[in-house]
Each structure stands twice: as C-alpha cells, then as structure tokens.
C-alpha cells in the first residue's frame, strides 16, 4: 500500500459528503484521539473545494492566549490573508470571514482546544463571528477539530452559546479490521491473521501507527523497531499523547491506566487501589480519559428489561497504551540506552495480555460481528462486556460479549486468542458461566466462540457452540 493512500472512513466521508447537500452554511466538530486521522479525513473531505487548515500551537510553559493569535496571524499570511492585528479573535475572525464570503470552502481549526484554550472569551468571539459573517456564505463548511474532546464538550457541544448551531458531531473511532487488512497489501492475502493480530494488538486500528508497518517484515520485527529501538515511533508516542492531551494533570491520568493495565476495574476498585476519594477531581480525570478515547465505561444491564444498570466498569480500551505500560515502560531506560531485544511471546504474561487485546479487537469491531452471526441492528437490546456481581443468591459472572436481542436471545461470547487451537476446556468454561448467569423466564442462552488461530476438532464435533466464529476472517485470512 502506497503510504499517501486514504483508507476506510467511507461511513464518514458519507456523512461528509451529506454537508454538501445543504443549502446552508455548516459547523462541524471532528473529534477523536491523537492520530486517529481527523486532519486526514478533512484533507481527503476538502480535495475538491478551496480549503483552508489552521492549527493551534502544543501548549507548552510559556504558551498565552497572545501567542496562539499570533501563530494564528502568521497562518492567515501564509494561507494569503496578510497584515492583520492578532490582538483579538473577533479581528481575525473576521478578516478571514472576507476572505471566505463567496464559494464552497472549508475552513479548519485543528487542535482547537490548544487554539482557544487560553482565552476565556474564544468560544464566545467564534460564536459571534459564525452568527455575523461566516454563516452568511451557504457553502462555507468549518470543522472544529481536537483530540481534547472535554474541552470540545465544555465549550462547544454542550455550552449554551453554540446551541442549534453544531450541524454534525463526528467521532472517530479505529478503523474496521477490514480496512486494516489494506496496511499489508498486495501481501495480505499470504499473511497468516495470527501475524496480523499480533500487530494490532499493539497498534490497535489507528491508522497513523499502521501506516508505519512495513508488510515485508515478520510482526516480531516491525514490533522490535516501533517498540523496542531508540528512536521507535512507540517509545516515546505515550508521553507525548499524555502530555499533549492532559498537561498539567497527565500523573493523575497516567495512574488510572496503569491500574486498568491488568483488566476492567469499577470506580470503587480503581479508587481504593490507587488511594484516592471517589468524587470530585478524580471522577472528572477519568471521564477525561473515557472522552479522549483511551478508557471505555462498560454499564452491565438488567436483562428482564433490557435496561441499562447502574454497575459499570472501566476498561481500558487503547491497545497502544496497554501495550506501552505493559512492556514499553518497563524497559525504557534499556531502550533509551541500546535498545532491548526479546521474542515479544517471551514477554511476562503475554498470553493473558493478548487476550484482553483481542477482546478490544472485537468489541470495537461488534458492529461486522453482528453480521456474521446474523443479527440486525434493529433486533439489539443491549450489547457489551456484561458481569453480574456475586451475592448472597447469586454467583458472579463475566461474558467477555454479549448481545440481547428483543427476541429473548442472549449470544454469550468467548473471546479466546491463543497460538494453539483452542481445546475442548472451554466448553466447560463456557457452560459455568452459562449456569451463573441469572436469566429470565424464557430466555435462549446461545453460546458462541471467537477465536484467531483455529480450534480443535473436538470442540466442533460436540456441537456446543451456537456459531464458531474465525476472526481472520475479517482480515482476509479464511
């Protein structure tokens, strides 16, 4: 694959294209975490019409709201806009408004959170400058862009200023394990989906690190060179998201992902571990990372109304940064220093790791895995990683997926990556937890297993499992 080739995103690139439709001028928010390819699906958006990107400055120490208007300044110059006062936003607001009176134009504010982060009145100049000049053009589109989707929710989504004017919120999430596959091409066809998946269980679906495999190296190489070389991409791409995105408050955040290194954890376990109270600063932290993306907030539901509970649990849902915590950090200094070589299976508990990489995998993929067992968006119920907390008149229980369908169907799913084929054991598995689960009156449990690297014949032959599901297969494997 060309390194200039746009992958996926059709979905998006839909919604996009839909802006075109209108007969009415359009503000956007783009949204999603640090290299996820927000910049890039505008750029691929805005090939066709006079497009204009400007970008707010990495906060750093000595960062003033002065300074980002200054850059701001510097960016309309170099964009053809010269000789304008960076004194105030609504002065350069509306110089650019000018500039852009007449056509169809896409106006960019990338990073918007760094851009108007340190000026109290920025939102509101940008309001303003929207309702007085830019709306005026019917064809003018501008998208507010940022990795920092707290500040965007504060200030943009949720902030009174802004209401009824925010056409489109589009979040982007990893891309589908099919679009994936396109990083190994022309040579996907002949690469095992076991490689494959040991690879995105380290960079999970963000494009920016897929665009750095290199299909003719074996995965333990590319992953010797991202992760374990001086000078890899990896080595130092978790202190820099951290610092980028939370600043001043990356310690806090840091902590959280770590104690979620190992596994979902409930507010309750995460505080106690990490000796912190429950409310106020600490929950905001944690919502943070949830919004940027890194941390998923899994709610367990009541299956006799199909409603959501008021259990949840925290998972940490960026492979990447499990992956960095796990074995990144751990050997840093050698890394800095020479380098550190291992056999990443050598790697201290990397079955167990794997498993909850896999598990992301899958769930971030759920939507083709309702294909493949047949179920239509319209049946679901509820859908997600569920427990049942142990009781007195229950036993505890945990389903790495699960599906409810409005039919009284529950798809239990077992997500098993191993390097062997997966033995007959997991029926028995399977069949425990089956047995803990309270069901309702009239409910079909159907068992179903998820696996990469095939299973024992024996486990088909007792015909336990509703749907044996090969997920190489949607990496063009099977």
């Known amino acids: 694959m060309k390194p200039s080739q746009f992958v996926g995103r059709e979905v998006e690139m839909a919604r996009l294209n839909g802006l075109l439709d209108k007969r009415s001028a359009s503000l956007i928010v783009v949204r999603g975490r640090r290299r996820i390819g927000k910049s890039r699906l505008l750029a691929e958006f805005g090939k066709e019409m006079k497009s204009y990107f400007f970008s707010g400055n990495p906060p750093v120490r000595r960062t003033t709201a002065q300074s980002q208007r200054n850059d701001f300044a510097r960016q309309l110059e170099r964009a053809g806009i010269p000789g304008i006062n960076p004194d105030d936003w609504s002065n350069l607001f509306w110089y650019l408004s000018k500039a852009t009176q007449k056509g169809r134009i896409l106006i960019v504010f990338d990073e918007i959170s760094w851009m108007g982060g340190k000026d109290p009145h920025f939102s509101g100049h940008l309001k303003s400058a929207w309702d007085m000049y830019f709306s005026k053009n019917p064809h003018v589109i501008i998208a507010l862009c940022g990795s920092v989707s707290s500040w ?262 077992e997500v098993k990556f191993s390097k062997k084929p997966v033995s007959s054991a997991i029926i028995e598995e399977m069949e425990e937890k089956r047995k803990n689960l309270k069901l309702p009156r009239n409910f079909s449990v159907r068992p179903v297993l998820i696996h990469v690297n095939g299973v024992d014949e024996t486990v088909l032959e007792e015909r336990y499992f509703d749907k044996v599901i090969d997920f190489g297969q949607l990496l063009g494997c099977v």
């Open 152 to 413: 965007i929710e504060k200030n943009i989504l949720s902030s009174t200023g802004f209401l009824g004017r925010i056409t489109l919120d589009l979040v982007l999430g990893e891309l589908s394990l099919d679009d994936c596959n396109a990083f190994w091409q022309p040579k996907e066809k002949r690469i095992a989906s076991y490689e494959k998946f040991k690879l995105l269980s380290v960079v999970g679906g963000v494009p920016f690190y897929l665009e750095q495999i290199k299909p003719n190296l074996p995965a333990e190489k590319n992953i010797q060179d991202l992760c374990f070389t001086r000078g890899g991409l990896l080595v130092r791409e978790f202190d820099e998201i951290f610092s980028d995105l939370f600043s001043r408050a990356k310690a806090t955040h840091r902590e959280i992902v770590l104690c979620l290194a190992n596994g979902p954890k409930d507010l309750l376990q995460i505080c106690k571990e990490l000796g912190k109270s429950c409310g106020g600063i600490f929950s905001k932290r944690l919502e943070e990372l949830v919004e940027a993306g890194f941390v998923q907030r899994d709610f367990t539901w009541d299956l006799k109304h199909g409603k959501e509970g008021k259990l949840s649990r925290y998972r940490l849902s960026d492979n990447y940064v499990r992956f960095y915590l796990k074995y990144i950090a751990p050997n840093r200094s050698n890394i800095e220093k020479d380098g550190f070589s291992i056999l990443i299976t050598q790697l201290p508990g990397w079955e167990g790791i794997m498993g909850l990489q896999f598990e992301n995998l899958v769930v971030h993929n759920r939507k083709t895995l309702w294909k493949l067992l047949g179920i239509s968006q319209e049946e679901i119920v509820m859908d997600g990683p569920f427990f049942q907390s142990s009781t007195t008149k229950q036993a505890g229980c945990q389903i790495d997926y699960m599906i409810q369908t409005r039919f009284h169907n529950l798809y239990l799913c």
